[in-house]
């Protein structure tokens, strides 16, 4: 795995980017895929996550994985976004902890994407 160093940027992150960062609920270095940024909105229904509304094609995952899982609606507040894992059945995620500060964002995956 290919990591780039980074400082946060709100500019800088965009949805479906994987990115290493400290985790909040127990400060260990985690890695997970954003799957919104400042001002969108996200839901899960029935495992298709929707941003503002569209459902996002997510060609990464396993449909049989994700079956089932629903998610409240919330919007990432400005200086944050919101982290979802590819096993998203079992994935300990911004559904547990919340939104990731950008300030706790250290890297971005470069590859594989």
Known sequence: ML???VGP????LTAGEMVVFESP?????T????AG??????????????VDGTRVTEPYLNPRQTDGTFFHRV?????HVFVLGDNRASSIDSRNYGF??????TGTVLWPR
């Open 75 to 79: 919007t990432v507040p400005d200086g």
């Open 9 to 12: 940027s709100p500019d800088h």
């Open 3 to 5: 990591i780039h160093s």
């Open 100 to 105: 990731v500060p950008l300030t706790a964002v």
């Open 37 to 50: 940024t400042a001002g969108q909105t996200l839901a899960i229904r029935d495992g298709a996550l929707y």
């Open 31 to 34: 890695l997970k895929r954003v």
């Open 25 to 29: 609920e127990n400060n260990i270095t």
